[in-house]
């Protein structure tokens, strides 16, 4: 079993339209949770990152996070065809120099 | 925000030649950067930790003497993958975490593409 588990989909969704997107892992004992955003042949781009249980809005985007369940989830609203591309959830033990454990990835596409 | 700049962003060179590539934080010391390497349609997988001023850690099944790592500086960490053959060929990318009254996410740079002939 992955220490990490996300559904790599693909998924395609209408423009507009809430995209939810979820990560479930193993190890309680992680206390940091990260989103990231890679484009075809580019690096991740930082979306959002959260600090054990709660929500995080910014903008069109809320991170979930419930420790309870190991589960965790980013929704964008108002979704856009600029939204399309892979997303990633991350998670560590601690913050800064420290190694992320990464879900497989999933691919999102926004239809116009 | 932390800014991580990788170079070359594409390289493409011929079986047996060694490639050198560069990850550079532009606005921000970086003690540790760590670096990955990215199949297609695939996760990111972390090859090793690069500290300033000390060895690399490699991760399980990564070979050192292929994947040679430098971070002479606290800005810059190099990556050299040593005689490369096509099995090498792959998106590497670099990352480096930010700095702050809080400790920092990680920043990656836009990876570099490899490519061998």
Known sequence: QKEVEQDPGPLSVPEGAIVSLNCTYSNSAFQYFMWYRQYSRKGPELL????????????????????????????????????????????????????????????????? | GAVVSQHPSWVICKSGTSVKIECRSLDFQATT?????????????????????????????????????????????????????????????????????FNQPQHFGDGTRLSIL
């Open chain 2, 33 to 101: 950067m760590f670096w990955y390497r990215q199949f297609p349609k695939q996760s990111l997988m972390l090859m090793a930790t690069s500290n300033e001023g000390s060895k690399a850690t490699y991760e399980q099944g990564v070979e050192k003497d292929k994947f040679l790592i430098n971070h002479a500086s606290l800005t810059l960490s190099t990556l050299t993958v040593t005689s490369a053959h096509p099995e090498d060929s792959s998106f590497y990318i670099c990352s480096a975490p930010g700095v702050g009254w």
């Open chain 1, 48 to 112: 959002m990152y959260t600090y054990s249980s709660g929500n995080k809005e910014d903008g069109r985007f809320t991170a979930q996070v419930d420790k309870s369940s190991k589960y965790i989830s980013l929704f964008i609203r108002d979704s856009q065809p600029s939204d399309s591309a892979t997303y990633l959830c991350a998670m560590s033990l601690i913050q800064g120099a420290q190694k992320l454990v990464f879900g497989q990835g999933t691919r999102l596409t926004i239809n116009p």
